[in-house]
């Protein structure tokens, strides 16, 4: 049973032939309408449950897009209308939906619960956010990367700000792909020690956003306030130098790249010359979420090594 709960699951090769697919699709489907049915429809006759415990625009659609393109058929659940909402418990949800559907996705906020889904499920199971991680997201990312003519070993990565779910995910794929991120987060915003450790030297914090961006490939961000956290002012005044803005975006290499995984506060984590200027690819990687998880669900069902 292939569950796509973290990067690590795939592992290096598995992700580099998920993006390889994925590339090979987006580029054989071009000028298509987009409910048109790629040519082989390798998911025809399976379908996809999707439960959302918290809002989402990108990876709703583009999961329910994804899975028709391949063939395949999608059903959209808020988790306050299921009956998970009043205290069925996660386990006896996944028993009884993997009699209906060929795979479930959920986006959730502990991620405990993605992982007792995937232990009493008996079809994939693939995380679409938790407050640890957002391992949907970076495959996008780095379809996009790759996409922009970058090679992924050796790309010096910067995050700025918040060491949140995104940038776990973005330390997680650093280590199974081969590149070096260097996130600069603010004193009690940091990422925890252990998914450092965990990446084997390819990732480090520091408090100098300078330092992270300097000579940089790629340079990416997120919102200050992830869903289910409090807004608090004393959180945003203490982001605010990592606000990235033209002047740090000057001290990366001259080609380099913005990304945000969206939804974005402009004035915030980064400024609108920044996000809607020449640098940016976050149209992009939106669009690519659709591709990159097209190839996810055909991993999961076993389609690809
Ligand atoms: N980037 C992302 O996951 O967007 P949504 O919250 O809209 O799904
Ligand atoms: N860090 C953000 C990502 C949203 C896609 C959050 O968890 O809200």
């Known amino acids: 049973m292939r569950h796509f709960l973290n990067l690590t699951d795939a592992g ?21 309408t987009k409910g048109r049915v790629d040519a082989d429809a390798p998911l025809a ?8 415990e918290k809002n989402s625009t990108r990876t709703r659609v583009s999961f329910d897009m994804a899975i ?5 058929q999608s059903i959209v659940m808020e988790a306050g209308q299921m009956q998970l909402g009043r205290g069925e418990t996660v386990a006896d949800t996944a028993r009884v939906l ?5 795979a479930i996705m959920i986006r959730t906020d502990d991620h405990a619960k993605v992982e007792e889904m995937a232990q009493y499920a008996t079809v994939p199971v693939i995380n679409g956010l938790t407050d640890a991680s957002h391992p949907c997201q970076i495959m996008a990312d780095l379809l996009t990367i790759i996409e922009s003519g970058k090679a992924l070993p050796g790309l010096k990565v910067a995050w700025l700000g918040d060491g949140n779910n995104v940038l776990a995910s973005i330390v997680e794929a650093a280590a199974l792909m081969r590149f070096d991120v260097v ?12 998914a450092i450790v965990r990446a084997n030297g390819r990732a480090r914090v520091v ?3 300078r330092e992270a961006v300097e000579g940089a490939d790629i340079i990416v961000t997120d919102t200050w306030i992830s869903m289910g956290q409090a807004h608090a002012e004393t959180k945003l005044a203490a982001m605010m130098p990592y606000q990235v803005d033209a002047a740090l975006i000057a001290m ?5 790249k913005f990304l945000h995984c969206l939804p974005a506060h402009r004035g915030e984590e980064v400024t609108p010359e920044v996000i809607d200027g020449p640098q940016s690819l976050i149209w992009a990687e939106a669009e690519n979420r659709l591709h990159a998880q097209k190839s996810i669900l055909r991993w999961c069902l076993g389609q690809i090594g």
């Open 12 to 32: 290096p090769d598995s992700i580099a032939a998920m993006l390889d697919d994925a590339l090979t699709r987006k580029r054989a489907r071009a000028g298509w």
């Open 45 to 52: 006759g399976h379908v996809l449950a999707m439960i959302f």
């Open 68 to 72: 028709r393109q391949l063939g395949g």
């Open 98 to 102: 993997s009699g209906y559907v060929d």
């Open 183 to 194: 996130a600069a987060c603010p004193q009690g915003f940091q990422p925890e020690e252990e």
């Open 207 to 209: 408090s100098d956003p």
């Open 252 to 256: 990366a290499k001259p080609d380099a």
